[in-house]
């Protein structure tokens, strides 16, 4: 091929070439817009928080009254706020911060039963979003079960459940729940909040920037109580059936049938017995069930539960206990509720004696929510470089293509510079978390393992990045991703089954789970 040819061909290659560059380097400049809440957490770790709580005023509002928002007076029990129709796309509020830090954001509203949609909102601080799942926070819809009916046969008939409109408050969480409630940085000055909606039908009565409540320990909780001589009730032991729920967060929270035993209340050999609650659809971070309870006098009790949890092997499941909708000490934030494929009792305690709950005369409601507890950071972890590495594959294969072909250099080092760095941070995190799991297990193991082999595989591909097109490293690295995926899902879904509950005295005995002792 004589010069005259290969000017032109050199030409386009290097027009190809400046043609990918720019597309990466846009897509590296777009993707680092807004960080994931992980980066964000951690890049204001050390900042305040400041216990001033910042009331915002819902009458500054900038969509008013146009937009599908409007302000209303004495409606469902309540004073004033604004109300957000299904025409709204968006509110903004002015807010006047005295001191910058951290806030987590409570809200007070009413939703419409109009709607099964989740209650989806985006947020925004001065005109821009903070972290990327601030696109999709969520609070909560609430609903009932009806009774339990029969068929003809003397089956139970699974019960319809049916939202019901009433007051909650919450704090804003993201759509996973892996996060738990999200903290905002706010900067000294006028700050905008923008909440976005889509077809959202509800009344907001109040927003509030504030601080979460600090929990107390066990020890500062019973001590608090003896000191002003409250005493244990006595001769107590109420079973309440964990299918008959009070209300709930899901319409799909179902309760179920089991055969297994039949020291599962109740039970029949001829008839469908609806007769334990959860279930597998209890799995997704805050997801919550509440029941009625009634204390017969003032005094301590302990709670009991008959529960299952033969889904997550050699793990646990976390429950967040609440009675009237607080927690009363910081070790019922997370209770574990282990791994168990048969029936097992589980008096909430530290291992050494139950935990002494005070409760007044009269009716409470006992709340179970599912949270990730000790589990939190790992799924948030693997979240991150689940994220951050489906980016840098699909980088990768926007040049090569999935099938990339071995013999050809695709210039990988020049048209993605920061290729290298990206695997070996990706790296560091899967083994700054096996460690910490080590920390907290004891020792090494299967699930430490898994974050250690792959975080090895991640440093090989950053040493070789002209490796990757050949001896199928780019599958390898796909099915990395895939494995890290699946691992996040099984952490994140944390199902458990309860046949019942008992409110019990100090000293009264759970009834026996096994026919057998």
Same mark, same amino acid.
């Given at each position: ?9 050199? =030409? ?22 807004? /960080? ?11 900042? =305040? ?36 129709? @299904? ?8 807010? +006047? ?15 419409? !039963? ?39 046969? #003397? ?5 319809? =459940? ?42 907001? @009565? ?27 009730? @006595? ?94 000490? +910081?070790?019922?934030? =997370? ?5 168990? /494929? ?34 939190? +950071? ?22 090569? !293509? ?24 990706? /790296? ?33 591909? /950053? ?26 899902? @099984? ?7 309860? +046949? ?6 100090? #000293? ?10």
């Amino acid at each position: 091929m004589n010069a005259k040819a290969i000017r032109p061909m050199k =030409a386009l290659a290097a027009a190809i070439l400046a043609a990918l560059t720019l597309l990466c380097v846009c897509r590296a400049g777009k993707a680092e817009e807004t /960080a994931a809440y992980y980066y964000y957490s951690r890049q204001y770790a050390d900042a =305040a928080r400041p216990e001033t709580e910042l009331a915002v005023d819902l009458t500054r509002c900038a969509a008013l009254p146009s937009a599908g928002a409007e302000l209303y007076r004495e409606k469902e029990g309540s004073p004033q706020g604004i109300w957000i129709h @299904e025409s709204c796309r968006e509110a903004t509020f002015r807010v +006047d911060v005295p001191e910058t830090g951290l806030y987590n954001l409570e809200i007070t509203y009413f939703p419409f !039963s109009e709607s099964e949609l989740q209650l989806l909102f985006g947020l925004k601080i001065d005109g821009a979003s903070p972290f990327t799942e601030a696109g999709g926070c969520v609070v909560s819809r609430v609903y009932q079960n009806e009774e339990i009916q029969q068929d003809a046969q #003397g089956n139970d008939v699974r019960p319809r =459940a049916r939202q019901k409109s009433v007051w909650r408050t919450q704090y804003l969480r993201d759509q996973t729940g892996i996060n738990g409630n999200l903290s905002f940085y706010l900067e000294k000055g006028s700050r905008d909040i923008t909440l976005l909606f889509e077809e959202a039908s509800l009344l907001i @009565e109040r927003i509030v920037f504030k601080q979460e409540p600090y929990r107390i320990s066990y020890q500062d909780y019973i001590s608090l109580y003896k000191q002003k001589g409250y005493t244990p009730s @006595e001769n107590v032991r109420q079973i309440y059936q964990a299918e008959n729920y009070y209300l709930q967060s899901n319409s799909t929270l179902w309760p179920g049938t089991d055969r297994s035993s039949l020291l599962t209340q109740p039970f029949s050999y001829t008839k469908t017995l609806i007769n334990y609650g959860g279930g597998s659809q209890w799995k997704e971070p805050g997801q919550w069930i509440s029941w009625r309870i009634y204390a017969p006098e003032d005094g301590f009790y302990n709670i009991g539960f008959k529960y299952r949890q033969g889904y997550l092997d050699g793990l646990f499941s976390s429950r967040r206990i609440l009675i009237d909708g607080e927690t009363p000490f +910081d070790e019922l934030n =997370a209770v574990r509720f282990n791994y168990a /494929a048969q029936w097992e009792n589980l008096t909430l305690g530290n291992g050494y004696e139950p935990y002494g709950i005070y409760l007044t005369a009269g009716e409470h409601i006992l709340t179970l929510e599912n949270v990730l507890g000790d589990m939190n +950071d790992t799924v948030s972890v693997l979240q991150t470089c689940v994220n951050n590495l489906n980016d840098l594959y699909l980088s990768i294969v926007m040049i090569t !293509s999935s099938e990339p072909d071995k013999y050809r250099d695709y210039y990988l080092q020049r048209l993605l510079p920061g290729l290298a760095g990206d695997l070996r941070e990706n /790296a560091g995190l899967l083994f700054e978390e096996a460690e910490r799991l080590i920390a907290v297990v004891g020792a090494r193991g299967k699930e430490t393992a898994f974050f250690e082999d792959i975080a090895y595989d991640l440093e090989s591909y /950053a040493a070789h990045i002209g490796d990757l097109t050949h001896k199928s490293r780019l599958t390898d690295l796909k099915n990395n991703i895939s494995s890290l995926s699946t691992k996040m899902m @099984e952490y994140q879904e944390q199902a458990l089954d309860l +046949d019942y509950f008992v409110l019990l005295s100090p #000293g009264e005995e759970m009834p026996r789970v096994k026919m057998t002792a």
